[in-house]
């Protein structure tokens, strides 16, 4: 079945830093991948969608790459500051579902000042 | 615009009991998405409505049912609740067809007693 795995352990790092997030999935081929954002008892905030024929993308201080052979993406926030500390999640469409998702268990970031 | 909108944002039961949660996409947006979210599953696709009719279905019993209306308005049943029922159940609104971004409401807090 599809699979979709985040590192489970909190990243700190320190503001002004690039901070890298991992998504890897398997037994998939997505059409595409996306990038949400989630504060605690709030709902996720899309950030960016990225389809199987693009390699990169970028949106102010956010790039996600997209390795379909590798069968990974990685979320990159350039120059970090403490109010992007989240929960990054990962989540790919379903086979045969547009908007069916499926998330990853997200990666806690911690930027510190 | 308006956001996505859900009712009621808290929600205490108990077991045996059914519940109805609302949701109010954005305007313009046709297709409406529920998950259930909880610490140890995760973001779990529970069933996505668009033009009023049940497009993609996850992995949930009958307990859980949905409907959507001309207006595009949603709502989720859940019957005979358990105590694993309890989430934060989101709802999430886009535009319909092709790869879309989702946007999300605050979201309900279910609790069962």
């Known amino acids: 079945s599809q699979k979709i795995e985040q590192n489970s352990e909190a990243l700190n790092i320190q503001e002004g830093k690039t901070a890298t997030l991992t998504c890897n999935y398997t037994?998939?081929?997505?059409?595409?991948l996306q990038w949400y954002r989630q504060d605690p008892g709030r709902g996720p905030v899309f950030l960016l969608l990225?389809?199987?024929?693009?390699k990169e993308k970028r949106k102010e201080r956010l790039k996600v790459t997209f390795d379909t052979t590798l069968k990974q993406s990685l979320f990159h926030i350039t120059a970090s500051q403490p109010a992007d500390s989240a929960t990054y999640l990962c989540?790919?469409?379903?086979?045969?579902?547009?908007?069916?998702?499926?998330f990853g268990a997200g990666t806690r970031l911690a930027v510190h000042p | 615009k308006a956001g996505v909108t859900q009712t009621p944002r808290y929600l205490i039961k108990t077991r045996g009991q059914q519940v109805t949660l609302s949701c109010s996409p954005i305007?313009?947006?046709?297709?409406v998405s529920w998950y259930q979210q909880t610490p140890g599953q995760g973001l779990q696709f529970l069933f996505e409505?668009?033009?009023?009719?049940?497009?993609n279905k996850g992995n949930f019993p009958g307990r859980f049912s949905g409907r959507q209306f001309s207006n595009s308005r949603s709502e989720m049943n859940v019957s005979t609740l358990e105590l694993g029922d309890s989430a934060l159940y989101l709802c999430?609104?886009?535009?319909?067809?092709?790869?879309?971004?989702?946007?999300f409401g605050p979201g309900t807090r279910l609790t069962v007693l």
């Open positions: 989540a790919l469409p379903i086979s045969g579902g547009y908007n069916k998702l499926i």
């Open positions: 999430a609104s886009s535009v319909g067809q092709g790869y879309n971004e989702q946007f």
């Open positions: 409505y668009f033009s009023e009719t049940q497009r």
């Open positions: 305007s313009g947006h046709r297709s």
């Open positions: 037994n998939y081929s997505p059409a595409y």
């Open positions: 990225i389809r199987e024929n693009e």
